[in-house]
């Protein structure tokens, strides 16, 4: 809601909703449910969630007896040169059954509507369930079990083998982007959707003014359904590809070809026990974030490091730490191989060692110095194989995708 704009509705009292405001002409479409779309074609059922620009709703399809997510896109972006319609259909283009194909949420139909904020294209795509992250941190131990996490990995990076392969390239692939999919929903009675969903709960929709909120808006908005919930055996070992990742480059207005150096950055929050990724990021500032990635990938190559302005602030020429201000924060050199040497190995819970956070600067850089020395357990040195040929500074040192899956940390993941 721009600056000055006065509200129309009073807030909902779920976070997970949608923006009330953006019920407006050229925003989003009014759903109930239970409202059927594409001449009686598509049958509301429940509500999957929502972002800046379409609300996603869990929908029947009368015809093909199959539960599909509806994407309804505000009027405004629903232009004859949507993007996201392009790219969908580029893929299908060269749609050959192939098993990567199956990764990826492809669609079912398109058709357009019109209401009282505009006319709205809505793509009909398959039903996914819950995004890797949220249901990793949504578990008892906070992480996926080893093998399912290698498994998403593979199948992941197979998928992006082939998006590369097509053409495509996915630009933000993250846990939070990646979803497992659900079992044999499409055999599931409407009753059977809320029971093992949940039961659709509504919040009213209120005008300030007092007057009713219709046309333009609902009179209740869905909250969305909590996939987390969901119960495992409901879900497959498959998954779904739909800032921080970007590359130093981006934030110093540096101009290069990448590989995949993002997908290094994605494949290890997914091992990682609390999804944490390998470079700590600060959403803050770009400054804090080329900071944390030369503390663990070292000195940027030039002309990146002289077009680096705030390095005189916290490093030396050589890309050191430079010692602390009065009152200001410490920068420890770290490595990858010490970050790894932190995962749990196998079954193990334990992450990082309790006290760490104690030590003084110098006791820091010597831990580093030991653990580095210290060889990993066969699977996290695979890992580190891997991400190490993919996290680089120079996009012609990277690995493609394609010689990624021939490393012993995917090649040999055990179905």
């Not at 197979?158 to 590369?164: C, D, N």
């Amino acid at each position: 809601m721009g600056e000055g704009h006065r509200r129309v509705y009073y807030p909902g009292i779920w976070d997970e909703s949608e923006e009330l405001e953006e019920y407006r002409i050229g925003g989003y479409h009014p759903v109930h449910l239970g409202d059927y779309l594409a001449n009686e074609r598509y049958q509301i059922v429940h509500k999957l969630g929502n972002g800046g620009f379409a609300t996603v709703w869990l929908a029947h399809d009368q015809v093909q007896k199959r539960y599909v997510a509806l994407n309804i896109i505000c009027a405004d972006a629903s232009s004859e040169d949507c993007r996201e319609l392009q790219i969908i259909q580029h893929l299908m283009q060269n749609h050959d059954q192939s098993p990567e194909q199956t990764h990826i949420p492809l669609l079912l139909d398109h058709f357009r509507i019109s209401g009282p904020n505009g006319t709205h294209l809505c793509l009909a795509m398959p039903v996914a369930g819950p995004r890797v992250r949220d249901f990793a941190r949504a578990r008892q131990s906070g992480r996926l079990p080893l093998q399912l996490a290698r498994n998403v990995c593979l199948q992941a990076s197979r998928t992006m083998a082939y998006l590369h392969a097509s053409g495509v390239c996915h630009g933000d692939f993250h846990p939070a982007n990646v979803l497992l999919k659900i079992t044999n929903i499409d055999s599931w009675t409407e009753a059977e959707v809320y029971e093992r969903l949940g039961d659709p709960l509504r919040d009213v929709v209120e005008k300030i003014s007092g007057e009713t909120p219709g046309p333009h808006a609902p009179s209740y908005v869905v909250k969305p359904i909590d996939m987390t919930a969901i119960d495992e055996q409901y879900l497959t070992q498959r998954h779904r590809t739909p800032p921080p990742y970007a590359a130093p480059r981006t934030h110093i207005r540096s101009q290069s070809r990448h590989r995949v150096g993002c997908m290094g950055a994605g494949l290890y929050p997914l091992r990682r026990p609390d999804g944490r990724e390998p470079v700590p990021h600060d959403f803050g500032t770009p400054d804090g974030t080329i900071e944390n990635i030369v503390c663990v990938l070292g000195k940027l190559p030039e002309p990146w490091w002289q077009s680096w302005e705030a390095r005189k602030d916290n490093f030396d020429e050589e890309g050191r730490p430079l010692p602390p201000a009065p009152g200001g924060y410490a920068l420890l050199r770290i490595n990858l191989h010490y970050a790894l040497s932190h995962l749990p190995a196998g079954g193990e819970e334990t992450v990082f060692p309790e006290g760490i956070a104690k030590l003084d600067r110098d006791a820091l850089n010597a831990r580093v110095a030991q653990k580095t020395k210290e060889p990993l357990p066969e699977e996290l040195s695979h890992l580190e194989d891997l991400l190490s040929t993919m996290l680089r500074y120079n996009p012609a040192e990277r690995i493609s995708v394609a010689e990624a899956l021939e490393l012993p940390w995917l090649s040999n993941v055990p179905w």
